[in-house]
């Protein structure tokens, strides 16, 4: 089974602080490596859609993920694939604002929806614009009545204003929405605004610390009886911990997850939108089943801890939009949460022991759009 990410449209109804706020931003500097873009890709998707339908074809289990942009800006799109296309699974990547322009039969047929949200109302108004927590509680109870028996992440973006441990733990808690799983990213390595941040300060401070109380309340949830919370930047490592399994990149970019671009070219990744250097063919003539791997020299093949991290992120391996103190700020991250959750396997392993939980609780799809490793 190979996931891919079909862009629909480079357009979106919203102007994130940390996505398309930047680019309107004096204050970022570009830093990173040069890389040859195709500005040639159209700013929607302009494909034969038979070609798209036999490429699929060929794989009998394949996962279309929509995407954008904001990919219900081309609900049209959506629904003729979803009416047309050979048998395959879908999922959704969106901002949540626009899920009532799909009829209940298509909102059904979502194995995954993930929407972006931030954490408590505050904090995402203050990045996603004001009213906009609302809205996306209006629009996942939408989901709820339409019949969506699906897994529903909630997708966070997290930087330096934000508590991990609260806004995680409010989304949890909170009842006003049926959120079944969280996903957090962390607001780095993507826009060169390292010049701009006081990133070192949060994450020894902050973000470091709040991980560790997360996989206590974590572990300490499984021993009250409360089960296995689905938060996947722990969910998918314990599984691998347990299994004594090491894993490559953790999202499944340039191996088991593409892209497909405006144009049918593939890509191993959604952030790597027209990198021609790195594609691996075009839907007219590529067998889905056989695309090439993809992957880069860095030192992440050299990491000790390369098989439980997967190496983050291909595209800022490629990229480097941050000056080294900056990424290696990054992998201590990783490093935390590596020992925190190394720390705590052994009380998993009891709480199994114990019949409080089973293995198979860890159980989720893999490449299901989340990162894995914040």
């Known amino acids: 089974m190979v996931f891919f990410h079909l862009i629909l449209t480079d357009t979106c109804n919203l102007c994130c602080s940390y996505c398309r706020g930047k680019i309107h931003s004096g204050d970022v500097e570009w830093c990173g490596r040069d890389v040859e873009i195709d500005t040639a890709l159209p700013p929607d998707l302009s494909i034969d859609l038979d070609d798209l339908y036999t490429f699929i074809e060929r794989d009998p289990d394949a996962c279309i993920t929509f995407y954008g942009g904001e990919p219900l800006m081309r609900s049209d799109l959506i629904t003729e694939i979803m009416d047309h296309a050979p048998p395959c699974r879908f999922m959704i990547q969106t901002n949540g604002l626009l899920l009532k322009d799909l009829e209940p039969r298509h909102i059904r047929r979502f194995e995954t929806i993930l929407v972006s949200i931030d954490g408590p109302p505050p904090v995402t108004d203050r990045h996603r614009g004001a009213g906009t927590y609302q809205r996306v509680m209006e629009n996942c109870a939408y989901l709820e009545s339409a019949g969506f ?13 934000v508590d991990i441990h609260d806004a995680v733990t409010f989304l949890h808690r909170n009842r006003d929405h049926s959120f079944r799983a969280l996903h957090w990213q962390m607001d780095a390595e993507f826009a060169g605004d390292a010049g701009t941040r006081s990133f070192h300060r949060w994450l020894n401070e902050s973000y470091n610390p709040g991980i560790r109380r997360l996989i206590h309340d974590w572990v300490g949830m499984m021993a009250g009886g409360e089960g296995v919370a689905r938060w996947y930047p722990f969910l998918q490592p314990m599984q691998d911990l347990l299994a004594c399994r090491d894993s490559w990149l953790r999202c499944g970019a340039g191996y088991a997850n593409y892209t497909i671009m405006t144009d049918g070219h593939i890509g191993p990744c959604p952030v790597m939108i027209g990198m021609k250097e790195y594609y691996a063919g075009h839907i007219r003539d590529a067998n889905p089943l056989s695309l090439p791997v993809v992957e880069v020299e860095s030192e992440c093949t050299r990491c000790p801890i390369r098989g439980f991290c997967g ?20 992998c201590d991250s990783v490093k935390n949460l590596y020992a925190g959750l190394v720390e705590a396997l052994p009380l998993v392993r009891r709480c199994i022991a114990e019949g409080r939980i089973n293995e198979g609780d860890f159980s989720h799809t893999r490449y299901n759009g989340c990162e894995i490793i914040p």
């Open 311 to 330: 190496g983050r992120c291909l595209y800022s391996q490629i990229v480097r939009p941050w000056p080294d103190e900056m990424r290696l700020a990054v």
């Open 149 to 161: 028996t699906g897994e529903l992440i909630a997708r966070m973006t997290v930087g330096e204003d």
